[in-house]
């Protein structure tokens, strides 16, 4: 079992590091994060200013925490960035992924590999300095109340926006073009994963519907997890309470991915390799 | 003349081009309509949980937001594929094919790639500002003259960013992320400018002028506009003119490595 493990670490270090070198390459690509995501970041510290006004609360969330969501939203997103949808429907419309079938490496593990690899780069060029940006520039105090629980909930919100964005890729072996449906997940997943608005502002009713889908879990749950929010949207959520659904919806998404990676691989027909 | 004879033949092909797909055409021109939609529902949002902008109704508000829709989607038809074309064709270096067309490069890769995906969005905008305005108290014909004026001048603007954009990408070739960089730019365009500090009023409405996108046009509609606004009509056009000079001067940092 040792072993076993030893070696999938080995593979994962492997392609990580490679792909870590090969987008190093286009480092400015990332690096365009040091400006737009602060620049979002004042947009939405002005919005809030005003409409808070005299306001002590709103959506259940005070000033500063609300500020603090956002700039934790915003680094969250540069730690789970993914684009393995994008990528396996490429691989899947060009044929290409024929070559993948044929590697002793399961092409799921592959393409988590990559993304750990090219979000380790994201985390040096567009994380860190962000994070000093955020701390120093703007004076907000970005260090999680709980550690612990903040790592392991972004870790929960890094796998699952990867299972997700991969069971999308996986309508290409159905439709071949999956764009229509990615840029819709895309769409809703705008809205609903609280990178807009704190999910704690929508009615009740939609807070409830979206604990049963993955939105939330990608953005939401760790940015007020981030914030040490004691309450967590209308149900309350406790803290451990939150990051457990969050692990409970990684699981079951990525049982998900299997199942569907089983029956869609038999449709595979490697046309245009 | 010649240019808007060619430029009719462009629009009839790509009108064409939409009918032939049309489920492609309409299924696109939803999609780009939905994801463009999404920003008022904060606004919304907002309302429903009995905060607001400090002077401004949720009407008045949305009124701002779909303005900025409406100029976005003009923009997008005329000058919206000239970046992704041009860093295509730079990155590709098929740029030579376009030099070699006897029109200005500039205007032949704008008539060629006129963006009909964006019409569902104009349509949208246009469907938004006016129940907008009709919750909102409209200023009357005059109002409506300092509108158009204003919303050319906005869509000039973004117009103006996007020959930006691509004269970048003589440069920065084949960086996706460009677009981003402007976009983050044109939020302070969707929301009254009031709310923003002195200094960011002024960059908004003189040096990169988004806030001519949507707040002024939307101001003059709602007879609030202070008449000295009008004076960002210049910095929009001088801003659409220097777009247009930096195309073109970007065109000789062209290498045509790998043509």
């Known amino acids: ?273 | 003349m010649r240019y808007l004879k060619i430029y009719m033949t462009c629009l009839h092909t790509a009108f064409s081009r939409a009918a032939a797909y049309r489920l492609d055409f309409v299924l696109g021109n939803l999609i780009t309509l939905l994801s463009n939609i999404i920003f008022p529902l904060v606004t919304v949002l907002i309302y429903a949980n009995g905060a607001k902008f400090p002077g401004w109704t949720m009407w008045e508000v949305l009124l701002i937001q779909s303005v900025f829709s409406m100029s976005n989607a003009v923009a997008s038809m005329i000058c919206g594929s000239i970046l992704w074309v041009t860093m295509d064709h730079v990155q590709s270096g098929r740029f030579e094919t376009v030099l070699l067309k006897p029109l200005s490069p500039l205007f032949y890769i704008a008539a060629a790639n006129f963006d009909t995906g964006s019409i569902g969005l104009f349509l949208g905008g246009l469907a938004m500002t006016i129940i907008s305005a009709s919750f909102t108290k409209s200023s009357g014909a005059w109002g409506i003259i300092l509108f158009l004026l204003l919303f050319l001048s906005g869509a000039a603007v973004m117009c103006g960013l996007d020959l930006i954009m691509a004269a970048i990408s003589f440069k920065w070739v084949g960086n996706s992320r460009i677009p981003e960089i402007f976009e983050s730019i044109k939020e302070f365009g969707k929301y009254p400018l009031g709310i923003f500090p002195k200094a960011v009023q002024v960059m908004s409405a003189l040096i990169i002028p988004v806030a001519v996108v949507g707040f002024f046009p939307a101001s003059a509609l709602l007879g609030r506009l202070d008449m000295y606004s009008l004076l960002s009509v210049i910095p929009c056009m001088l801003f659409f003119i220097f777009g247009i000079w930096l195309y073109n001067r970007m065109i000789k940092a062209y290498e045509g490595v790998g043509g």
Not at chain 1, 55 to 68: A, C, D, H, P, V
Not at chain 1, 107 to 125: D, E, M, N, T
Not at chain 1, 251 to 268: D, Q
Request: net charge positive; hydrophobic share 50%.
């Open chain 1, 1 to 273: 079992m040792m072993n076993f493990l030893r070696h999938k670490f080995e593979m994962c270090k492997a392609v990580a590091f490679v792909t870590y070198k090969e987008w190093s390459a286009y480092r400015t690509h990332s690096l365009v994060s040091v400006f737009v995501g602060p620049v979002y970041f004042v947009v939405q510290y002005f919005i809030w200013t005003a409409v808070y006004g005299d306001s002590s609360t709103l959506g259940g969330m005070e000033f500063q925490q609300t500020i603090r969501y956002f700039g934790a939203s915003a680094l969250i997103g540069y730690l789970t960035m993914d684009f393995a949808d994008w990528n396996l429907q490429m691989l899947v419309q060009s044929g290409k992924f024929l070559t993948f079938t044929l590697r002793p490496m399961h092409h799921r593990f592959f393409a988590l590999s990559q993304k750990i690899g090219h979000r380790v780069l994201g985390f040096f060029f567009e994380f860190l300095p962000c994070l000093l940006i955020f701390s120093l520039l703007f004076g907000l105090d970005m260090i999680p109340q709980h550690m612990g629980w903040t790592v392991l909930s972004v870790a929960f919100a890094f796998l699952m926006n990867f299972y997700v964005n991969y069971c999308l890729g996986m309508t290409a072996f159905y439709f071949v073009q999956a764009n229509g449906i990615r840029v819709v997940y895309q769409l809703l997943g705008n809205i609903f994963s609280g990178a807009l608005i704190p999910l704690s502002f929508f009615p009740e009713a939609v807070q409830r519907i979206m604990m049963f889908l993955p939105f939330q879990y990608t953005n939401y749950i760790p940015a007020m997890v981030w914030t040490g929010s004691s309450s967590i949207g209308e149900m309350g959520l406790t803290i451990p309470q939150a990051v457990l659904y969050q692990g409970i919806a990684v699981i079951f998404t990525a049982l998900l991915s299997e199942v569907i990676y089983r029956s869609s691989i038999k449709r595979f027909t490697a046309v245009g390799a």
